[in-house]
């Protein structure tokens, strides 16, 4: 048999990592399958052995690795080696041997081994910057003996090293060993091995610029990754992601990136509700461009542009697949907010011209309504058919309500007030409506609720949004909560950033324990005319006008849909530091039954209606249908006129011009301003102008009466 010339050695392992002494064993004891690019760098032949080439070659060193986790066993360890006569030749020694960020137990260790056996070659490892290698070789002599490698290496560095100083302490074994007969050998051998410690060194430094090159840019790529707005990540060809970063895992509401790591992204995309699976797209395509995709988590929807692209080997299978996420869903909500306003616009525009003219139809209909209701006789068949024809009329005037506050054409006097009244009395006038199996509760959470609004508007909001919400509970009953509250940025709804902070709005929420709102129809709720009640039962305004006067008050409307559970509406109204003004109280009845009025409104009808209404109260009346022979009338006879009543749309002249050259004529001449819509009707801008009140069209008698009434009492 051959006699085995392979060279043994022994190495000692201290460290408290086991994964790092696992490291050290596969990499010294077993061979790599990968290329060792040091050795194609600096090896003689052109192409590395092949690995039964390696195995032949029986010169090739072993190393036996004793590992051990502390400095007290690594000592213990070289005492029992000395003992039996066979000594390490290299020591590997993580200078930090614990997690402790200060302990440096590895270079009192070192030190120590340096004692025991002269002879021994150290390596020191760190994974840290913190011990300059100055102190590093005053503390552990000779430096000739001793190296640094930072962590983390590569295996065929970490091999080479070790490979190196065994040639070299076994070099040096036999140089003394030599030198006892021959020291010329000795010389030679010695030369041979500074040589080697020269180039050595060479290689360390190369290598050590190269490592540094390799730090920079992998710390330049690591935060380029980690803290992209973009969720990035990395898969294997099976879908495992291999690495993502903070945005991915927030996305998918991860705590840390680690926690996704090994989470297969197929199944995870197919969790997350997308249409159609990751996997066909990649495989399908080979290469994804911002496609544009949705995932719901709970009850959000999150809107996604999604760019994937596969890493290809050379056999041309997919080897890695990269994929970078852009959320998308706030420029889609602002896309769909303004689509939805210039929906709205166009919207309102249509129905403010259509109520205009159906206002002047229902006031010929409801003026001699009232009129011929005045002269039947009770309880009789005219009586009640007459009753009938008013009341329909008024509920086709609360439609045109409707409307022109969806279109934001309707009146409104806007001042000061508390919410927290309004929303007690609302709901009291609910309670009788409302189902016996639906609870009410409300919840005041704010002393600072004054706004700017209108108070009928804001019955309105309260009357339309509590009335949904029992409607949707009246078969299985449940809890209406309405909340009066004020807005924090830790809210989970808040207005949007273009309408300031979120601490200048009160917040009215009203929520229901219903069965929430269908999600593929939950877009549509504030369109006008949808409903989702029996026909009959709604007209499809209800919410549509709540938008309209929420938007007109300057606030922001949201809702919440939770299907299965209920829906919640959250109005918030912009808070205001005025005080409430006071009520004044309005004349029930005319105190004065006489007098000369200039009726004036471009429909015929109208002013005959005007004229009859008024005559019937005692007034003698002068009617014109148009607003320019109305002022050549009032400048004829200027002072015969005790009051005037002007339409606001007219052509020519408008009831606001029409009004400015009255009162240059006579400033003291009382003025009501009647009008189907328009933003110019504003108590504040009335006053400005000299005009003492106003009127909605359809004109009723009360509240013609009413009005004028006011008038001359302050006459």
Request: hydrophobic residues 40%; aromatic residues 6%; proline residues 5%.
């Amino acid at each position: 048999m051959a006699q085995d010339t392979t060279k043994r050695f022994r190495v000692l392992a201290v460290d408290h990592d086991e994964d790092m002494l696992t490291l050290y064993r596969d990499v010294l004891c077993f061979e790599s399958e990968e290329p060792s690019s040091l050795e194609a760098l600096f090896g003689d032949k052109p192409r590395l052995p092949s690995r039964e080439e390696i195995v032949e070659d029986e010169s090739r060193p072993v190393f036996d690795i004793e590992p051990v986790a502390s400095g007290r066993d690594g000592l213990d360890a070289v005492k029992r080696s000395l003992k039996r006569g066979a000594p390490f030749s290299v020591a590997l020694v993580d200078i930090h041997l614990s997690a402790t960020e200060a302990n440096r137990a590895g270079l009192e260790l070192a030190e120590k081994l340096r004692g025991l056996d002269p002879n021994v070659e150290i390596v020191l490892l760190s994974a840290r910057h913190d011990v300059p290698l100055k102190e590093i070789n005053r503390r552990v002599q000779p430096p000739e003996k001793l190296l640094f490698l930072q962590k983390p290496f590569r295996s065929p560095e970490l091999k080479q090293i070790v490979t190196s100083l065994a040639a070299k302490w076994d070099a040096e074994n036999r140089l003394r060993e030599l030198n006892e007969t021959l020291a010329s050998k000795v010389e030679a051998r010695t030369a041979e091995l500074n040589t080697v410690n020269r180039r050595l060194r060479r290689d360390i430094v190369k290598r050590a610029a190269v490592l540094r090159e390799l730090q920079v840019s992998e710390q330049r790529y690591r935060l380029l990754f980690e803290r992209d707005v973009t969720g990035n990540f990395a898969a294997d060809r099976d879908g495992l992601i291999l690495d993502c970063n903070v945005a991915f895992a927030e996305l998918f509401d991860f705590p840390a990136p680690g926690d996704a790591r090994g989470v297969n992204i197929f199944d995870l995309w197919e969790k997350a509700g997308v249409p159609g699976t990751l996997r066909d797209l990649v495989v399908g395509e080979g290469k994804v461009v911002n496609h544009e995709v949705s995932i719901r988590r709970g009850f959000v929807t999150r809107h996604l542009l999604l760019s994937c692209d596969s890493v290809i080997d050379a056999d041309g299978a997919v080897e890695e697949l990269r994929g970078y996420i852009f959320d998308i869903s706030e420029p889609k909500r602002l896309e769909e907010q303004l689509r939805q306003s210039q929906k709205m616009e166009a919207l309102g525009t249509l129905a403010g011209g259509i109520a205009h003219d159906f206002n002047n139809i229902l006031g010929v209909i409801l003026g001699y309504a009232e009129i011929i209701e005045s002269g039947a006789e009770p309880e009789s068949g005219l009586d009640r058919r007459i009753k009938e024809i008013s009341r329909a009329g008024r509920r086709a005037r609360d439609l045109v309500t409707q409307i022109l506050n969806f279109s934001r054409q309707g009146p409104q006097e806007r001042h000061a007030m508390t919410m927290a009244p309004l929303i007690k009395e609302a709901l009291k006038l609910l309670r009788s409506s409302v189902p016996a199996n639906v609870e009410i509760i409300s919840r005041i959470e704010t002393d600072r609720d004054s706004v700017m609004a209108d108070p009928t508007q804001m019955h309105q909001i309260m009357l339309n949004l509590c009335g949904n919400a029992s409607h949707a509970m009246q078969e299985t009953g449940g809890t209406l909560t309405v909340t009066l509250a004020d807005v924090g940025n830790d809210d989970p709804v808040v207005p949007p950033e273009d309408l300031g902070k979120p601490e200048r709005f009160v917040r009215l929420t009203v929520a229901d324990t219903g069965p929430g709102i269908d999600p593929e129809v939950a877009d549509r709720v504030f369109d006008p005319f949808f409903t989702t009640k029996p026909q009959g039962e709604g007209t499809g305004m209800g919410l549509a006008m709540v938008h309209g006067i929420v938007k007109r008050h300057d606030g922001y409307l949201e809702l919440e849909n939770r299907p299965g559970q209920g829906a919640a509406f959250h109005v918030f109204l912009p808070k205001t530091s005025e005080t409430e003004r006071p009520e004044t109280d309005i004349p029930a009845d005319l105190i004065f039954r006489q007098g000369r009025i200039l009726f004036v409104d471009d429909e015929k009808p109208l002013t005959d209606i005007g004229r009859e209404m008024l005559e019937s109260c005692g007034f003698e009346v002068v009617t014109r249908t148009s607003s320019v022979e109305a002022l050549e009338a009032f400048k004829f006879r200027a002072t015969d006129f005790d009051l005037v009543i002007t339409d606001q749309t007219m052509p020519n002249m408008t009831g606001m011009e029409f009004a400015r050259e009255v009162l240059k004529i006579r400033p003291d001449m009382p003025i009501i301003l009647c009008t189907g819509f328009s933003d110019a009707v504003s108590y504040d801008r009335l006053r400005d102008v000299g005009i003492g009140d106003f009127i909605m069209k359809p004109i009723l008698k009360h509240d013609l009466v009413a009005s004028i009434s006011r008038l001359l009492v302050k006459a």
